[in-house]
């Protein structure tokens, strides 16, 4: 009986403890996810009462011919690549620099990670206050050709300022995972280095990048999930123009369900997002783990 | 050290210096132009302002109703904050400390959403929300980050409790503690150094955030947060930049000025966090 009571009561407080949370997950995970498939396979404009089922129509049409789409992702395979690629690049220099006992590497370390406590929209439209208004300024003191190009104007330079200002904004963050990273590497190890007869590059290569491995698994995974989904730079950057250019995947579903209430097509979007994200979520997560197992 | 290796040492630390000063230029050029008249600002914005006006300030501060937007803010992180450590924190500890079937799916359905991206959710999430009365009100937006800020935080706490160990648990239960108190009085207070972690990169996140509070607040200027105040500013001034930049400088002062004291922390909270998330 007394044990009964004990096992009834263990549960009980389970129970107590863990519901909190499904409910909070529920609420803004689980019951929007199961409305987001169930709207997906319907045409429905947000005013008429009931959405009208239609099947994989949404999923057919935005496959074969929707051209906004297939622009969008292409957008974003583009922004992600270059984006995890250059970030990751410039962070570990960054890292080393700072590494190499500088007085003012406080400093230089706060200075590189003030953007990225800042809003993204926010950093979006100072950028283009300065794109618009400060090159003139600058072109004009300067005389230099860099400022009078049409940087949100022209698709191609519009592109380079949407990636440089997402690397802008969040550098600080990779190179304070890449700084601790680097202080984690043992000194002796370099200075065996240093005896064996290596030089600096080659002792980044043999010795220091092997020994960030863990580092960057980590910062290629955050770069990679934050790229994929990137919105409010976009926003307020560019919106998405000269001409449409600059929408990402994220942009583009905001656009088909808010601007043009396409609720059921762009919901149908929405999910398309997610199982790439999955898929490639889990791809990595497979990969890093085979290995770790053999590191 | 030799000589030259010495002044090789200065113009490195002199060049780094000046490149993290051109890297902020973007930020100096918003702060000097929210000190400038709309004439200024049209002839030259590289330059210094000549006189120093805080006619911008004090225009912007009660056209947005500042004081409120920064009470919005507040209410909103704080509500949040608080409801993600307290509800992630007690979940993430029994599920640590249970071993079955249950407990393993119970944390899987907590961590799952981590691999569902906001915009894929943003409609029905505003709907479900509508539905609850959630929407239209900080406190209901509060509310809302409990459930989405709690993936990461039980999966940060469920692995540092696995690390405390269980005999504590148990020595404090032959002292009669049990249940919440036992939680609240002996683990929770050694969870501190993950609850500061979860505290920088929640409220960084929140009080930043800017689509989920477009979607539930937007509606009404008593419930807009600061960024979103900035953002329909900037929309109805287009050409006003003087004023824009003042609305941005006014929305991002307070990050700035708390990362300026907490620096260590924060870089500390951030680089912690993502180790382990």
């Known amino acids: 009986m007394a044990s009964f009571y004990r096992k009834w009561r263990s549960k009980m407080e389970f129970g107590l403890f863990t519901l909190p949370v499904l409910i909070c997950v529920a609420v803004a995970f689980y019951v929007p996810f199961v409305m987001t498939v169930r709207y997906s396979l319907t045409k429905w404009n947000g005013i008429s009462k009931h959405p009208k089922f239609i099947g994989l129509d949404n999923f057919k049409q935005i496959f074969t011919g929707d051209a906004n789409f297939t622009h969008a992702a292409w957008f974003t395979v583009k922004y992600a690549v270059l984006y995890i690629v250059l970030i990751n690049v410039l962070a570990i220099l960054l890292a080393l620099v700072l590494d190499a006992k500088l007085k003012t590497k406080t400093w230089l370390r706060a200075a590189f990670f003030i953007p990225y406590i800042l809003s993204l929209v926010i950093v979006g439209f100072i950028w283009k206050f300065i794109f618009m208004q400060g090159f003139e300024s600058l072109g004009d003191s300067t005389g230099w050709h860099i400022f009078k190009m049409s940087w949100l104007g022209e698709p191609g330079l519009a592109f380079i300022s949407v990636l440089f200002v997402s690397i802008w904004q969040s550098i600080g963050f990779y190179l304070v995972i890449y700084v601790a990273g680097l202080q984690s590497v043992p000194g002796d190890l370099k200075e065996a280095a240093v005896v064996d007869g290596a030089g600096p590059v080659r002792r980044f290569f043999s010795v220091t990048l092997p020994l960030l491995a863990p580092s960057i698994t980590i910062a290629v995974f955050m770069a990679l999930t934050n790229s994929i989904k990137v919105f409010d730079v976009i926003l307020s950057l560019t919106g998405g123009g000269p001409g449409g250019t600059t929408y990402s995947v994220a942009y583009d579903i905001y656009r088909d369900t808010f601007t043009n209430n396409l609720y059921g097509y762009g919901t149908a979007k929405a999910l398309i997002l997610f199982v790439a994200v999955l898929i490639i979520t889990v791809i990595q997560l497979t990969i890093f783990k085979r290995r770790e197992v053999e590191a | ?277």
């Not at chain 2, 330059?47 to 056209?63: D, E, G, I, Q, R």
Request: proline residues 4%; charged residues 10%.
């Open chain 2, 1 to 277: 050290m030799s000589a030259s290796n010495k002044a090789a040492r200065w113009i490195g630390e002199i060049v780094m210096v000046l490149l993290s000063l051109v890297f902020l230029y973007p930020l100096f050029l918003a702060i000097f132009n929210s000190f400038k008249t709309f004439q200024e600002v049209m002839s030259d914005v590289i330059a210094l302002p000549k006189h120093w006006t805080f006619a911008n300030y004090s225009y912007v501060w009660n056209f947005i109703n500042y004081p409120r937007l920064f009470l919005n803010n507040t209410i909103i992180t704080v509500l949040g904050l608080a409801g993600i450590i307290l509800v992630s924190s007690i979940a993430a500890y029994k599920l640590a400390r249970t071993k079955s079937r249950l407990s393993g799916v119970v944390y899987f359905i907590c961590i799952m959403p981590m691999l569902i991206p906001f915009q894929s959710i943003m409609l029905t999430v505003l709907k479900t929300a509508r539905f609850l009365h959630l929407s239209d009100s900080t406190w209901g937006l509060g509310l809302l980050y409990w459930g989405f800020g709690a993936p990461l935080a039980v999966f940060i706490y469920h692995g540092f409790v696995k690390g405390i160990p269980k005999e504590l648990d148990e020595s404090a239960m032959i002292d009669g503690a049990s249940g919440f108190g036992l939680f609240f009085r002996i683990i929770f207070p050694l969870l501190k150094s993950v609850t500061a972690t979860i505290v920088i990169i929640d409220v960084m996140w929140i009080w930043n955030d800017f689509l989920l509070p477009l979607l539930m607040v937007n509606g009404s200027p008593t419930t807009k947060t600061l960024t979103l105040a900035a953002y329909t500013f900037v929309g109805q001034y287009t050409s006003d930049w003087q004023y824009a930049m003042t609305a941005m400088v006014m929305a991002v002062l307070p990050s700035i000025v708390v990362f300026m004291f907490l620096q260590k922390y924060i870089v500390k909270g951030v680089v912690a966090g993502a180790v382990k998330g």
